[in-house]
């Protein structure tokens, strides 16, 4: 059972050991078949001539596990999933990521991983919206659109020769700003069909990235622009101004107010509550919380304490019991 790091009394510990334990039972029925531990067995059909994949071995001609996870299997290939592992981009998957360097037609961004992914500038839209090939002006004018420490959302594009790529093709992708950028283990955040969600009655927007960074941010309307200063198709051949020269109604325009900051540090404090307890983190868990803590009337900097955590705990396993039955 994993070990939750909280100061908690010794009440508080009885009432989260039944949490977990409930929890952990309902799981195992649900996963009897497809969970394994080392050394099990695992069945397969050898007439069929199996693959045997990552976290698999031949022992005595039987497959064996020789990881804790769940067994995969892709038409012939067999596998074991660990359960806790750290993030494998795959193509398609949404993900949030740090620029590091501006280099020569690129960016490349930290995004929790064991290299540093690249994003061609001829693989993201132009503040133009213009479709044409790039020129050697929108090479000297990058930092315009993505500079050092800036947050971003892309999509994994795929492996090349010089590493992993990606694309922000799309308006959806592009700088984040008004926001928190939050760490969690990249096993809690699922592969879903859905990864931007907008939580219309509190004014922000949740994008859970499939490398394990979640951001929490005030609702920004999709736009054909990804930088603040548009430039038109006549004046391609005209710099940028100053960036740090920004004008009274731009600070106006960026400024947040404070019921949704409120909402932001709401939104946050499930998330890193769901860390913590080690659930898995989805939008209706995360409005769960937020709703809990504003119908107990629980202050922002409370939700990180123990007695909220073992309440979160125990709302969850009240959830849970409740869907099985439903079924």
Not at 153 to 161: K, N, P, T
Not at 162 to 177: I, T, V
Not at 262 to 290: D, M, P, Q, W
Request: proline letters at 2%.
């Amino acid at each position: 059972m994993r070990e939750i790091q909280l100061p908690l009394s010794q009440t508080q510990k009885v009432r989260l050991q039944k949490a977990l334990e409930t929890l952990e039972s309902l799981s195992r029925k649900v996963n009897s078949d497809a969970s394994v531990i080392v050394a099990d067995s695992i069945h397969v059909n050898h007439e069929d001539g199996v693959l045997k994949g990552h976290g698999t071995a031949d022992l005595n001609g039987e497959v064996v596990a020789t990881l804790c996870g769940v067994v995969e299997r892709v038409n012939k290939l067999v596998y074991v999933r660990a359960l806790r592992a750290k993030y494998k981009p795959e193509v398609g998957d949404i993900v949030i990521g740090r620029v590091v360097e501006v280099a020569q037609k690129r960016w490349r961004l930290y995004i929790n991983y064991n290299q540093d992914a690249v994003l061609m500038l001829s693989s993201m839209n132009m503040p133009d919206g213009v479709q044409r090939r790039r020129t050697a002006l929108d090479e000297l004018n990058m930092r315009r659109i993505f500079e050092e420490k800036d947050v971003v959302c892309a999509e994994v594009r795929g492996f090349q020769y010089d590493g992993l790529h990606l694309q922000a093709r799309s308006r959806k992708y592009g700088k984040l700003n008004r926001g928190q950028l939050l760490t969690v283990p990249p096993y809690l955040v699922k592969r879903q069909k859905q990864h931007f969600h907008h939580l219309e009655e509190f004014g922000i927007d949740l994008i859970l990235g499939c490398n394990g960074f979640v951001w929490v941010g005030e609702h920004v309307e999709a736009k054909d622009d990804m930088i603040e200063d548009e430039v038109s198709q006549s004046d391609h051949q005209v710099l940028l101004p100053n960036k740090n020269s920004v004008s009274l109604e731009e600070q106006e325009k960026n400024y947040t107010i404070l019921e949704t900051r409120k909402y932001i540090c709401r939104a946050a404090n499930a998330v890193r509550v769901l860390s913590t307890l080690g659930f898995n983190i989805t939008l209706e868990i995360i409005k769960g919380i937020i709703d809990l803590s504003l119908s107990m009337n629980i202050d922002i900097h409370d939700m990180l304490g123990s007695e909220f955590g073992v309440l979160v705990a125990e709302k969850e396993a009240e959830r849970r019991s409740s869907n099985k039955k439903k079924r």
